[in-house]
């Protein structure tokens, strides 16, 4: 956090981050309606019953936003998280193992990369149905390619070097030296990446929603929410421009405090992290 905070753009990152996670937390103790509760005609403009009008049910936009980014958050965090646990694992074996599973394990994962990350989550959510189990599968495969690529290739630069080498003199076991050697000295680039990881997780999520294939409705979902109005968005803009507006903020401030903490690292490591953010970017594209 020291970190963060010693820069101008980690600042207003932090500050963005506190208040969007704070109204997705609190929002719904300060909701005025129910998520599902019509209080007017659909489409009605801001009034002082409704400060951000209804949407096409009729329903109060901004109760809807205050309970909308909960979900949002947390499936989020939670197919980020599953992504690295599976990536980490495979990245590490695979860049220490130096034979033939390295290969092995890097061609399997290659192969989703042949397919667009929206195709996948599509067809996941499709076949498997609109499931928040089968969303956070979904976005976990796709963000592993890039995970794993990254702690490969660095994997592969700390492993060869005197103080991982003296530990292998001494006759520590694989996962002593992964977790205790290894995984310490790549954790900056991790912690970096995580954001922009976590950023993008959420664009995908938010997309699947919008396209009515993530949650079901009644759910509040700021994605959802954008899907459901888009047809009133000329009747009351805001149905559609709030939910819109805080998904934007989410993402300006994980990606402005990732960007931060990459900038406040060692000169030597910000050189060796940028290009490994870069190829995961690319690789995702």
């Known amino acids: 956090m020291r970190r963060v905070l010693k820069s101008r753009s980690g600042v207003v990152g932090f500050a963005i981050l506190v208040f969007v996670v704070g109204v997705a937390l609190l929002g719904p103790i300060f909701a005025p309606h129910g998520i599902a509760v019509p209080i007017g ?51 590490l074996v695979a860049g220490y193992s130096r034979s033939v599973i390295d290969p092995l394990l890097m061609r399997g994962v290659d192969v989703l990369l042949a397919f667009p990350a929206l195709l996948v989550l ?5 076949g498997l149905g609109p499931h928040v189990g089968v969303l956070i599968i979904g976005v976990a495969l796709v963000q592993l390619p890039g995970i794993a690529r990254i702690v490969r290739t660095t994997t ?10 003296a530990a292998e003199a001494r006759g520590e076991s694989t996962f002593s030296l992964l977790v205790r ?11 970096a990446d995580f954001g922009i ?28 929410m ?3 109005n888009q047809q009133f968005i000329a009747v009351n803009v805001w149905a559609v421009l ?20 990459v900038r406040t690292l060692g000169r030597s490591t910000v050189v060796k992290a940028r290009p490994s953010i870069l190829m995961g970017l690319k690789a995702k594209t």
């Open 156 to 165: 592969l630069e700390i492993s060869t070097r005197g103080f991982v080498e």
């Open 41 to 91: 005609a659909p489409g009605q403009t801001p009034s002082s019953a409704a400060p951000l009008g209804t949407d096409y049910l009729g329903r109060d936009v901004l109760s809807r936003l205050l309970n909308g980014g909960r979900s949002v958050i947390w499936i989020g965090g939670a197919a980020t998280l599953l992504s690295y646990v599976i990536g980490l694992t495979i990245g």
């Open 242 to 261: 709030a939910p819109a507006i805080m998904l934007a903020l989410l993402t300006i401030g994980v990606n402005l405090v990732a960007d931060a903490y």
């Open 122 to 126: 599509l067809l996941l959510v499709g």
């Open 226 to 228: 954008m899907s459901e």
């Open 181 to 191: 050697e290894i995984l310490p000295n790549i954790a900056p680039i991790i912690l």
């Open 197 to 224: 990881r976590f950023g993008y997780s959420i664009i995908l999520i938010a997309s699947v929603n919008y396209l009515g294939l993530g949650l079901a409705p009644p759910a509040a979902d700021w994605g959802l």
